[in-house]
């Protein structure tokens, strides 16, 4: 199939590859990348989209891993399960749950493919547990010259810890081994609290709980948290009426009519975001965890977030606040903060550091270059370290100063992919 157009999920990034194609298993993955290198294409592997950079676009061959989704094995005596890279995240908590066996932290969306959210960096929020690339502990992968690797700490360690949060830049993963554990339950608590209250109790708010976290809103002094805490239970779901008028109607039927309005008045957005936070209702549920750390968000949006030392919190978020309302911006979305602990993945946005992550949202279609940038002046200037696969301007040079090892990343890349075989114009820029 040639000259196909292909779109991230929010519309920021399109490509038009010379093919496509879909393989059925590692085989064919091997087959293709060994014929784009006779014929000179680059190759990139596409997941759901749900990066907002260019990462995955490519003018050569492009794959699609939706062939790619079975849950290869489980191991419960390892506790590990294996998984072929293209199945979304929502069917693997799926199957993990039939094996009564979870992750142990997620991000709170989970249509991304296992093997996009692995190798941009998703993550969720968690005092002890970290994101998805520090639970891999074994990769399968094909390299640009069509073979196909495993490697783990023990097997090839400086491609797994260089290619878990590799961007695709070290080969074509074609599966993904994850440390899981038993299945279990989350007690679910979220309520407004002033952000003053948050920013104070912070420390407390953290520590004292599995998985915090808290979305602000723009020119107002109000927040809602969430704190998510392992329970043995029983299970108390929200019942089927409030899950469809909180989630469905609220968080993305009326949210979205909301951010339409504003997105031509945008004059509007400071009373509506005081609305919006003062109509907000504390409430609490139990449920498996996959259904409380992920949730659906059908309205679309752009999006830039950076990692920054947990420590400095509350200093850019002040900042952040004050240039805001120093510039005249309107932010429609809640601006959410999620917390991680240090993991050891070398080119992960929390590696080595107990590490805050700021996100900024802006519905889809209202200006906001000139927001994140300025607000990425902010968030770079502390040390921030941004998303891989959310909007950013960094440079290779700029991510050498707060990337330890980003050095000894690209000389393993020097060794897989010396012809830069799954380059592109994003790699090209961060990487080098």
Sequence with gaps: MTDVLWQTWSGTHRAHPRRT??????????????????????????????????????DGVLLSPTSLARLRSVDHEKGTATVDAGMALCDFNEELARH????????????????????????GTGRDAGGLASQVVGLEMVLADGSVVRCSADEDPELFHAARVGLGAFGV?????????????????????????????????RSANDHFEFFWFPHTGSTNTKR?????????????????????????????GVNRVCRRFPA??????????????????????????ASVRDVRFVEMEYAVPA?????????????????????????EVRFAPADDVWLSTAYRRET???????????PYEA????????????????HWGKLHTRTHTDLEKVYPQLGAAMAVRDRVDPERRFANAYLDRVLG
């Excluded at 509007?268 to 936070?277: D, F, G, H, R, T």
């Excluded at 927001?371 to 941004?386: I, K, M, N, Q």
């Design 21 to 58: 194609a879909s393989p059925n298993d590692t085989a064919e993955v091997a087959a293709q990348v060994s014929a784009a290198a006779e014929e000179g294409l680059r190759v990139r592997m596409v997941g759901s989209g749900h990066s907002f950079t260019d990462v995955a676009v490519t």
């Design 100 to 123: 009564g066996l979870a992750l142990a932290n997620m991000g709170d969306i989970a249509v991304q493919t296992v093997a996009g959210a692995v190798q941009t960096g998703t993550h």
């Design 173 to 205: 993963l074609t599966a993904v081994t994850f440390a899981v554990r038993p299945a279990f339950l989350l007690h679910a608590r979220e309520e407004p609290m002033p952000l003053e209250e948050v920013l104070e109790r912070l420390p407390e708010l």
């Design 228 to 256: 998510n805490n392992i329970t043995d239970g029983p299970a108390r779901p929200l019942s089927p009426f409030k899950a469809w008028l909180d989630d469905d109607l609220l968080s993305n039927r009326v949210f979205g």
């Design 268 to 293: 509007l957005v400071p009373a509506v975001n005081q609305v919006s936070s003062r109509a907000l209702s504390a409430r609490s549920y139990t449920d498996a965890s996959h259904r409380v750390f």
């Design 311 to 335: 420590e400095h919190t509350e200093e850019v978020l002040r900042e952040i606040r004050s240039v805001v309302d120093r510039r005249g911006y309107r932010l429609s979305f809640p601006v």
């Design 356 to 366: 805050a992550y700021i996100a900024v949202h802006m519905y889809q279609g209202v």
């Design 371 to 386: 927001c994140f940038a300025d607000l990425e002046s902010v968030l770079a200037s502390a040390g921030g370290r941004p």
